[in-house]
């Protein structure tokens, strides 16, 4: 078996402690740089005194936004084409905001040094609640801006405006509802950091950073800081966990290059726990107003959306150029609808830029939770099942391709039988009846439903680049004479397995052992270009990529077979034999099988003394570059139980069972790792999490006091099941799956809440479901969870 | 990287050897024991002591016996090791209830009673706890052992009776038989603070209730007790009526504050709804 369950051959390392974090590297000579950070939401700096800091014996320098000025690198563009402060220079505008750096002999001076730095502030009225943002009163964030007299980012629509509203107008049943889809963070374990080595006799800067794109950071880094590319190598380490938020370039990576290069040294910096929950790229903060409209049979028709989303003090969402709400207009979901429309007006508010980050494939999360959150409030105004009304609008396998309203083209699904293997596994009808006889007693049970169909694998990049790079990936696959392999690919891992999975889809079509396959990620110097590994693009892109070379290999494999066997290569089959070896694959004549050469055979042959024919080159090895056709469409149908203490507003994740299917799966073992971690995500969210900040713009969950990460004890032992409807387009069928459960989750949990209040009357309530929360909701008195608590 | 300013360190061998370490380094030395408040807080520069005195080696203050009609509990016991204490717990399964949901395992393998009790955190469970046994507070300093019943120990939010150059040596509990006792906490997550909690001790006596103690945890309790509505249950029968009217009197006494873990309503309502719910539990295990 080439696909199939096999041990991730990376955690022979991990699990011994092995592993190679940018913390672990070590260089002669290395300094230690440490930020000092704004304790105000918004202020004016009137002066930065740094002398005292100078002054401390173990300083080496201390880099303010006036040093970066003097080298014009006090800016710098964010992923949206907008432009964030490295150092503050004229105003501070986020709590946590860097406004100067320090480099010393070790961490704790450099920590030191920070406390000897005088900084005096003039604080202004901070912008905290994105719904006043555009208020005419509210102080303008961005004055940097030339000409910008507002809060306003962008206003963006999709859909067909017209035909909505007409279908609204004659609607017979219509619902709305707003919710918020609250700040949180990815909070990956390893936090964010860089060592970075600039050689003045070389000139090469080599920077170690645990980035999810290394090969974009490489090029930016190149365009901002007019270092040539060719001098610039990004070595991607192990990395401990990503989730999104280490796509970006954060100013403390800008500030260890330039430490470097002032001091002549090494320098290394590490930021702590809340400084990266304060300052480093947060996911969703939408505040989202929808509705349905629908026959009174259950048809849905349309779907109409406003949003509001919160973009912080710096647009820098990492989405493509095009879509400045990422891809939130697949919120139709699911379901056959007539028409969509969809607006979205981003502001700034005083609080870190980011915006994409956490597992949620260019805001369909925020997509997936608004409809399944919209479905339900249908149901209960139409008095149906919301399994019931899911299973009478969702499309039909003969539908696909299908063409959204909003412009997507879905490449294939089987909903249906999705939905009733989710429903099946759950015992949906007698969770149902047991449902009822606790409600009879007076005890508050649940069960919450969500059908989510993603769009990952971004993209053709005719529509999708981010800055101007398009986002096909690269690959390269050598052969060595005792046929070992090589690949090399531009993504990067953080912990998805890809030296596992990618050295499969090598062993699955060279015929040749998975161990034998050696996966070279991380590092610019080593691998192709391309542009890494976020919105579940991996498998659907690289994974490609890595399918395409092969064959590219297997084929010029077939010509010297053929010089080996002295036939012409339209003679020669492939031929795959299952063994309980493994897979061997050998190129074989014709009517005679027992003439064939295995690829270890040829790889020998292809490095020898064998004679080729002409045009035909020796050795083993190609090179390709993947751009995919169209984005890949995962799908999954996921039931969740709670059961709801009404004393103490307290949730129990009872149970959870999540069907995916996401296309044809390379290694079952780790597609359900990531499921089971994407629902925990979603546990997180949906109970826990939310990072909300008070009048003043502090941040009140800046360390994991504050912010919770679920675990094991919150999280039910997952049920799942699986279908397989594969990509059409895709090489191996695959579709992508690393941020499929963080999508689906939250809608199913907050809808098995918001079904055990129903006996309240109870038709929504915003996450997170903190006992606090719910209380409050089942009183009919909620609070807005993105701000403080009154 | 979260790293602390620089201090002072010294090893204490012996209860004298501490007081001695902590009358040389003066009042801006901390006394470490398992470290889970003060080290975060030195991480993250929110305490900056001169020195630390590490009384990990004071095995005398390890201990948990019955002693003369009372629970002795050492104050370097580690939560863990009271949670495991058939003894303590046998007594009191409210120490069981209590430390089951303090933190984590990691946590309650190093965390010391002694250290959770100084450090006075309003949110902290074992101070309600031994507040609902009315437990005496032994503490050590130079002019030797005094005795602090544990209603007077807590002075304010990160305030105690334990002055500078004294030790917290133990926790005494009267080992009375027959009575029941239980701890309720709601947290968002296991092992966050509580976002309230509410610790009973009962005994009853001729069919009425003999004493009863309540400890409150971070709803803003004086003392994290409620004698108000201890009074008022004592010679009451026993019943769902008359912990429910405790309850809603406990609740009335206390001054919560509202946070991100929730609402001022919400924690009163809490506080009143534990309480009831600890009385109940700690009813039927009488």
Same mark, same amino acid.
């Given at each position: 078996?080439?696909?199939?369950?096999?041990?991730?051959?990376?955690?022979?390392?991990?699990?011994?402690?092995?592993?190679?974090?940018?913390?672990?590297?070590?260089?002669?000579?290395?300094?230690?740089?440490?930020?000092?950070?704004?304790?105000?939401?918004?202020?004016?700096?009137?002066?930065?005194?740094?002398?005292?800091?100078?002054?401390?014996?173990?300083?080496?320098?201390?880099?303010?936004?006036?040093?970066?000025?003097?080298?014009?690198?006090?800016?710098?563009?964010?992923?949206?084409?907008?432009?964030?402060?490295?150092?503050?220079?004229?105003?501070?505008?986020?709590?946590?905001?860097?406004?100067?750096?320090?480099?010393?002999?070790?961490?704790?001076?450099?920590?030191?040094?920070?406390?000897?730095?005088?900084?005096?502030?003039?604080?202004?009225?901070?912008?905290?609640?994105?719904?006043?943002?555009?208020?005419?009163?509210?102080?303008?964030?961005?004055?940097?801006?030339?000409?910008?007299?507002?809060?306003?980012?962008?206003?963006?629509?999709?859909?067909?405006?017209?035909?909505?509203?007409?279908?609204?107008?004659?609607?017979?049943?219509?619902?709305?509802?707003?919710?918020?889809?609250?700040?949180?963070?990815?909070?990956?374990?390893?936090?964010?950091?860089?060592?970075?080595?600039?050689?003045?006799?070389?000139?090469?800067?080599?920077?170690?950073?645990?980035?999810?794109?290394?090969?974009?950071?490489?090029?930016?880094?190149?365009?901002?800081?007019?270092?040539?590319?060719?001098?610039?190598?990004?070595?991607?380490?192990?990395?401990?966990?990503?989730?999104?938020?280490?796509?970006?370039?954060?100013?403390?990576?800008?500030?260890?290059?330039?430490?470097?290069?002032?001091?002549?040294?090494?320098?290394?910096?590490?930021?702590?726990?809340?400084?990266?929950?304060?300052?480093?790229?947060?996911?969703?903060?939408?505040?989202?107003?929808?509705?349905?409209?629908?026959?009174?049979?259950?048809?849905?028709?349309?779907?109409?959306?406003?949003?509001?989303?919160?973009?912080?003090?710096?647009?820098?969402?990492?989405?493509?150029?095009?879509?400045?709400?990422?891809?939130?207009?697949?919120?139709?979901?699911?379901?056959?609808?007539?028409? $969509?429309?969809?607006?979205?007006?981003?502001?700034?508010?005083?609080?870190?830029?980011?915006?994409?980050?956490?597992?949620?494939?260019?805001?369909?999360?925020?997509?997936?939770?608004?409809?399944?959150?919209?479905?339900?409030?249908?149901?209960?105004?139409?008095?149906? #099942?919301?399994?019931?009304?899911?299973?009478?609008?969702?499309?039909?396998? #003969?539908?696909?391709?299908?063409?959204?309203?909003?412009?997507?083209?879905?490449?294939?699904?089987?909903?249906?039988?999705?939905?009733?293997?989710?429903?099946?596994?759950?015992?949906?009808?007698?969770?149902?009846?047991?449902?009822?006889?606790?409600? $009879?007693?007076?005890?508050?049970?649940?069960?919450?439903?969500?059908?989510?169909?993603?769009?990952?694998?971004?993209?053709?990049?005719?529509?999708?680049?981010?800055?101007?790079?398009?986002?096909?990936?690269?690959?390269?696959?050598?052969?060595?004479?005792?046929?070992?392999?090589?690949?090399?690919?531009?993504?990067?891992?953080?912990?998805?397995?890809?030296?596992?999975?990618?050295?499969?889809?090598?062993?699955?079509?060279?015929?040749?052992?998975?161990?034998?396959?050696?996966?070279?990620?991380?590092?610019?110097?080593?691998?192709?270009?391309?542009?890494?590994?976020?919105?579940?693009?991996?498998?659907?892109?690289?994974?490609?990529?890595?399918?395409?070379?092969?064959?590219?290999?297997?084929?010029?494999?077939?010509?010297?077979?053929?010089?080996?066997?002295?036939?012409?290569?339209?003679?020669?089959?492939?031929?795959?034999?299952?063994?309980?070896?493994?897979?061997?694959?050998?190129?074989?004549?014709?009517?005679?099988?027992?003439?064939?050469?295995?690829?270890?055979?040829?790889?020998?042959?292809?490095?020898?003394?064998?004679?080729?024919?002409?045009?035909?080159?020796?050795?083993?090895?190609?090179?390709?570059?993947?751009?995919?056709?169209?984005?890949?469409?995962?799908?999954?149908?996921?039931?969740?139980?709670?059961?709801?203490?009404?004393?103490?507003?307290?949730?129990?994740?009872?149970?959870?069972?999540?069907?995916?299917?996401?296309?044809?799966?390379?290694?079952?073992?780790?597609?359900?790792?990531?499921?089971?971690?994407?629902?925990?995500?979603?546990?997180?969210?949906?109970?826990?999490?939310?990072?909300?900040?008070?009048?003043?713009?502090?941040?009140?969950?800046?360390?994991?006091?504050?912010?919770?990460?679920?675990?094991?004890?919150?999280?039910?032992?997952?049920?799942?099941?699986?279908?397989?409807?594969?990509?059409?387009?895709?090489?191996?069928?695959?579709?992508?799956?690393?941020?499929?459960?963080?999508?689906?989750?939250?809608?199913?949990?907050?809808?098995?809440?918001?079904?055990?209040?129903?006996?309240?009357?109870?038709?929504?309530?915003?996450?997170?479901?903190?006992?606090?929360?719910?209380?409050?909701?089942?009183?009919?008195?909620?609070?807005?969870?993105?701000?403080?608590?009154? | 990287?979260?790293?602390?300013?620089?201090?002072?360190?010294?090893?204490?061998?012996?209860?004298?050897?501490?007081?001695?370490?902590?009358?040389?380094?003066?009042?801006?030395?901390?006394?470490?024991?398992?470290?889970?408040?003060?080290?975060?807080?030195?991480?993250?520069?929110?305490?900056?002591?001169?020195?630390?005195?590490?009384?990990?080696?004071?095995?005398?203050?390890?201990?948990?016996?019955?002693?003369?009609?009372?629970?002795?509990?050492?104050?370097?016991?580690?939560?863990?090791?009271?949670?495991?204490?058939?003894?303590?717990?046998?007594?009191?399964?409210?120490?069981?209830?209590?430390?089951?949901?303090?933190?984590?395992?990691?946590?309650?393998?190093?965390?010391?009673?002694?250290?959770?009790?100084?450090?006075?955190?309003?949110?902290?469970?074992?101070?309600?706890?031994?507040?609902?046994?009315?437990?005496?507070?032994?503490?050590?300093?130079?002019?030797?052992?005094?005795?602090?019943?544990?209603?007077?120990?807590?002075?304010?939010?990160?305030?105690?009776?334990?002055?500078?150059?004294?030790?917290?040596?133990?926790?005494?509990?009267?080992?009375?038989?027959?009575?029941?006792?239980?701890?309720?906490?709601?947290?968002?997550?296991?092992?966050?603070?509580?976002?309230?909690?509410?610790?009973?001790?009962?005994?009853?006596?001729?069919?009425?209730?003999?004493?009863?103690?309540?400890?409150?945890?971070?709803?803003?309790?004086?003392?994290?007790?409620?004698?108000?509505?201890?009074?008022?249950?004592?010679?009451?029968?026993?019943?769902?009526?008359?912990?429910?009217?405790?309850?809603?009197?406990?609740?009335?006494?206390?001054?919560?504050?509202?946070?991100?873990?929730?609402?001022?309503?919400?924690?009163?309502?809490?506080?009143?709804?534990?309480?009831?719910?600890?009385?109940?539990?700690?009813?039927?295990?009488?």
């Amino acid at each position: 078996m080439s696909f199939g369950r096999m041990h991730r051959k990376e955690d022979a390392r991990f699990i011994r402690g092995r592993g190679n974090y940018v913390d672990d590297v070590r260089l002669p000579g290395m300094l230690h740089g440490a930020i000092l950070r704004s304790p105000h939401a918004h202020a004016r700096i009137l002066s930065i005194d740094t002398s005292a800091a100078e002054a401390h014996p173990k300083v080496r320098a201390v880099i303010t936004g006036q040093t970066l000025a003097g080298l014009n690198l006090a800016w710098m563009p964010t992923l949206s084409n907008d432009v964030q402060a490295v150092l503050a220079t004229d105003k501070v505008r986020f709590q946590g905001q860097e406004v100067a750096f320090v480099v010393a002999e070790d961490a704790y001076s450099a920590r030191d040094a920070l406390e000897l730095i005088e900084v005096d502030y003039e604080p202004l009225d901070a912008v905290v609640d994105a719904r006043r943002a555009l208020d005419e009163d509210s102080p303008v964030i961005r004055d940097d801006l030339e000409g910008r007299t507002s809060n306003r980012i962008f206003d963006w629509e999709a859909g067909d405006r017209e035909r909505t509203d007409a279908i609204f107008a004659g609607a017979e049943v219509t619902i709305n509802q707003d919710m918020i889809y609250p700040r949180v963070h990815p909070a990956p374990l390893e936090t964010c950091g860089a060592v970075a080595d600039f050689d003045k006799v070389t000139g090469k800067l080599t920077v170690w950073c645990p980035t999810q794109a290394p090969h974009a950071h490489r090029t930016l880094y190149a365009l901002v800081a007019g270092l040539p590319e060719h001098k610039i190598r990004v070595i991607s380490p192990d990395i401990g966990g990503g989730f999104g938020g280490k796509v970006g370039i954060y100013p403390g990576y800008v500030c260890a290059i330039v430490g470097s290069i002032v001091t002549g040294r090494p320098v290394k910096w590490m930021e702590d726990r809340s400084e990266n929950l304060m300052a480093t790229a947060f996911a969703r903060d939408y505040h989202m107003s929808g509705e349905v409209a629908a026959t009174r049979d259950g048809v849905i028709q349309a779907i109409r959306v406003k949003v509001l989303a919160d973009h912080g003090a710096f647009n820098g969402t990492a989405q493509p150029t095009k879509f400045p709400a990422g891809f939130f207009h697949v919120f139709t979901g699911s379901y056959d609808l007539q028409a $969509a429309h969809c607006e979205v007006t981003g502001v700034y508010t005083n609080k870190a830029p980011g915006g994409v980050a956490y597992a949620c494939s260019f805001r369909v999360t925020e997509a997936v939770y608004l409809v399944e959150r919209l479905i339900d409030v249908l149901a209960a105004e139409l008095g149906l #099942d919301p399994a019931e009304l899911r299973l009478r609008n969702l499309l039909k396998p #003969d539908q696909f391709p299908y063409t959204s309203p909003t412009g997507w083209e879905y490449d294939s699904g089987d909903y249906i039988k999705t939905m009733r293997m989710a429903m099946d596994i759950a015992g949906y009808d007698k969770l149902r009846a047991e449902q009822a006889d606790k409600r $009879a007693r007076g005890e508050l049970m649940g069960i919450g439903i969500s059908f989510f169909t993603e769009a990952v694998g971004a993209g053709p990049r005719k529509h999708m680049d981010i800055l101007g790079l398009g986002m096909a990936d690269g690959a390269e696959l050598r052969v060595h004479p005792t046929g070992k392999a090589v690949l090399r690919v531009s993504c990067q891992s953080q912990g998805q397995g890809h030296e596992t999975t990618f050295a499969q889809i090598v062993g699955h079509e060279l015929g040749i052992p998975a161990d034998d396959v050696e996966v070279v990620h991380g590092d610019t110097d080593q691998t192709p270009f391309g542009l890494g590994t976020y919105g579940s693009r991996s498998t659907p892109v690289s994974g490609a990529a890595t399918a395409i070379v092969a064959r590219k290999v297997r084929e010029r494999a077939r010509l010297v077979a053929a010089a080996m066997l002295e036939c012409s290569p339209d003679d020669l089959d492939w031929q795959i034999d299952e063994s309980a070896e493994g897979r061997a694959g050998s190129w074989a004549v014709r009517g005679d099988p027992a003439s064939r050469k295995s690829m270890q055979e040829i790889a020998l042959a292809a490095h020898s003394a064998l004679e080729l024919p002409d045009g035909v080159e020796g050795h083993l090895d190609a090179v390709t570059v993947y751009n995919p056709p169209n984005l890949t469409y995962p799908f999954g149908a996921y039931i969740c139980v709670v059961d709801v203490d009404p004393g103490t507003g307290q949730v129990k994740v009872r149970r959870f069972v999540a069907v995916d299917d996401c296309g044809v799966r390379i290694n079952p073992m780790i597609v359900e790792g990531q499921i089971h971690g994407g629902l925990a995500d979603g546990v997180g969210m949906a109970l826990m999490q939310v990072m909300a900040f008070d009048e003043e713009g502090n941040h009140l969950g800046a360390s994991f006091m504050d912010y919770l990460l679920p675990t094991s004890m919150e999280c039910p032992s997952w049920e799942l099941g699986e279908t397989v409807t594969p990509s059409p387009h895709h090489p191996l069928g695959a579709k992508g799956v690393g941020e499929s459960a963080t999508v689906g989750s939250p809608p199913a949990v907050v809808n098995a809440v918001v079904d055990a209040l129903a006996p309240y009357g109870i038709r929504h309530a915003d996450m997170p479901l903190t006992p606090a929360n719910v209380w409050r909701v089942i009183q009919g008195d909620p609070f807005r969870t993105d701000l403080a608590i009154p | 990287m979260q790293v602390p300013a620089q201090f002072e360190y010294a090893r204490a061998q012996s209860v004298s050897h501490a007081l001695s370490l902590l009358d040389r380094y003066g009042p801006e030395a901390r006394v470490v024991a398992g470290g889970h408040s003060l080290i975060p807080m030195m991480k993250l520069r929110l305490a900056q002591p001169e020195a630390l005195i590490d009384i990990n080696d004071l095995s005398e203050l390890s201990r948990i016996e019955v002693e003369g009609g009372e629970l002795v509990i050492g104050a370097l016991v580690r939560h863990a090791e009271l949670l495991a204490s058939a003894p303590a717990t046998g007594l009191f399964p409210i120490f069981q209830d209590a430390e089951r949901v303090i933190a984590d395992p990691i946590v309650r393998n190093r965390g010391t009673v002694g250290g959770s009790l100084c450090q006075g955190d309003p949110s902290e469970d074992l101070s309600a706890v031994f507040a609902a046994l009315r437990a005496t507070a032994i503490i050590e300093g130079g002019d030797g052992r005094r005795s602090v019943p544990i209603r007077d120990f807590h002075e304010g939010p990160y305030e105690t009776a334990v002055q500078a150059g004294e030790l917290l040596i133990e926790l005494r509990v009267p080992a009375t038989p027959g009575t029941g006792s239980a701890y309720v906490k709601v947290e968002r997550r296991v092992g966050d603070w509580a976002v309230a909690a509410a610790g009973a001790v009962l005994s009853v006596a001729g069919g009425v209730i003999e004493r009863a103690g309540i400890g409150l945890t971070a709803v803003g309790a004086e003392h994290f007790c409620a004698p108000e509505a201890e009074e008022y249950l004592t010679g009451r029968e026993p019943g769902e009526e008359a912990f429910a009217e405790a309850g809603r009197i406990a609740a009335e006494h206390c001054s919560p504050q509202p946070d991100q873990r929730g609402p001022a309503d919400y924690k009163r309502h809490l506080a009143a709804e534990l309480t009831a719910r600890a009385l109940r539990t700690a009813m039927e295990r009488i």
